[in-house]
């Protein structure tokens, strides 16, 4: 089981630290993604973590913006959210890769990889 939380309202340029905790599975076996759905567009993915935390993918309209991170003693996933733009705005998502692929590889990142939800949390940035 995936949750998201940490969502809520937050003024353009500020910040936002969004948690994903897991439970139920082994947590540190799995890369996490990090995907987003805006009211009337498809759903993005955004970032994405390996199993080790030793490798990332940032789509470009977050690049240098958010950064991603995990505790795998606490099965948790980070995602550091940065100089937040009104267009950020959506409902946040975290999902594992599909097949416990230990060395999946996040530079390599492809959304269809991903495929066990949790419940998102909504981030609105609006002044």
């Known amino acids: 089981q995936l949750q998201a939380s940490g969502g809520g309202l937050v003024q353009p340029g500020r910040s936002l630290r969004l948690s994903c905790a897991a439970s139920?599975?082994?947590?540190?076996?799995?890369?996490l993604g990090w995907f987003r759905q805006a009211p009337g567009k498809e759903r993005e993915g955004v970032s994405c973590i390996s199993s080790s935390g030793g490798d990332t993918y940032y789509a470009d309209s977050v690049k240098d913006r958010f950064t991603i991170s995990r505790d795998n003693a606490n099965n948790t996933v980070y995602p550091q959210m940065n100089s937040l733009k009104p267009e950020d705005t959506a409902v946040y998502y975290c999902?594992?890769?599909?097949?416990?692929?230990?060395?999946?590889?996040?530079?390599?990142?492809?959304?269809?990889?991903?495929?066990?939800w949790g419940q998102g949390t909504l981030v609105t940035v609006s002044s």
């Open positions: 999902a594992t890769e599909r097949s416990g692929n230990y060395y999946y590889t996040c530079s390599l990142f492809s959304a269809p990889d991903f495929g066990f």
């Open positions: 139920g599975f082994a947590f540190d076996d799995y890369a």
